[in-house]
């Protein structure tokens, strides 16, 4: 079989579109044509790159993670702190436009994850990619003073990723205004991470206890 | 048509069915025959309670949510400040042995609410039935002197809440040993509660704001 031009374009295209129909449709209802369609593709031209439905939607699912991975990393390049990296990942990962998007596809995945071990491999590499930049800025964060967190720097991350996650779960599963959980958990999260991490200046000094505090 | 012997019992033995039966295979694929096979009744018995599969779908929501709920006020029993009510409920919702059957019962049912609005009422109750405790617990602690929130009350209810609902994110689609998450969790939510509610004794007096810090 001869490829098309352009394979990668194409590749992307279909994955790009087969990542909008598993938000719409969820993942354990999505079929090919329904793909498809949304790709601007034949049927028979995304068999040509995907063999089975499963085989597309664990790379529509990778193909996701990485594009966020990546506006993650670029929004972090006018951070000079690493509080400033961790406030901007934060206002990032619970912007409204964003995270409402991101919450059903995620969320879907996730929870068809637990049943195959598969998707549960893509979806722990998606728990890696979020982690990294949180993980490099706390311990940044802690190296040049401004960090002196009250509990393991891991344990922190995780607790950030869980407030994230959380929300994404109330914001596909509550009735409530989902643009108000978001700026509220932003706000809160943002609090949690001061009192967790102790923020202080990135002096190389050590940080009085009370600072974050009584700067609110 | 005659209700048979004691219809809330085998009601109850058929919701309760249903709750396993979409523990294993989730919500998506669950049959009626499963839901019958597990409650050890007929699939024409099963359909003499329940007109449709969506209706025994979010009647089995309900019941699971209920079940809980009843649970974690008996947790709360021997509990005597609004601290001990605090961490009954955060170690209740984070022990192992009964997050891991939650978290994949209550995930599924949150992304299939996404989709479908009857089944978002039902999530949305579940919110109200899990804020209740700990938001009567923040508050009757503001009351008798025993927390100062640097953080409104119902924000802090949000966070643990969300903190909770992310860690069973995890638990389903993580690969890594969910016991060490769920253990880790606990120990960061106990240390984000008491940050938030800036936890002293209920006195009635101020509490210093450094008690939470130096207390550790």
Do not use: K
């Amino acid at each position: 079989v001869t490829r098309s031009e352009e394979p990668e374009t194409r590749r992307e295209q279909i994955l790009a579109g087969a990542a909008r129909a598993i938000a719409r449709n969820g993942f354990d209802h999505v079929r090919l044509r329904d793909v498809a369609a949304e790709a601007g593709v034949s049927v028979g031209m995304l068999q040509h790159y995907f063999a089975t439905r499963e085989q597309l939607g664990r790379e529509a699912f990778a193909y996701v993670c990485r594009a966020r991975a990546t506006r993650f990393a670029e929004a972090a390049v006018g951070a000079t702190t690493s509080w400033d990296r961790i406030e901007l990942y934060l206002r990032h990962a619970l912007d409204w436009s964003d995270v409402s998007d991101r919450a059903r596809t995620w969320l879907d995945l996730a929870s068809a994850a637990s049943r195959d071990p598969l998707l549960r491999e893509q979806a722990a590499l998606s728990f890696e990619i979020w982690r990294e930049p949180l993980e490099t800025a706390i311990t940044d964060g802690v190296s040049n003073g401004e960090f002196a967190p009250v509990v393991p720097p891991r344990a922190a991350v995780d607790a950030l990723l869980a407030l994230i996650d959380g929300t994404e779960v109330r914001i596909v599963a509550d009735t409530v205004d989902s643009g108000d959980v978001v700026n509220q958990a932003l706000d809160t999260a943002l609090t949690i991470a001061r009192l967790l991490l102790q923020v202080g200046e990135p002096s190389g000094a050590p940080t009085p206890q009370t600072q974050a505090e009584s700067s609110r």
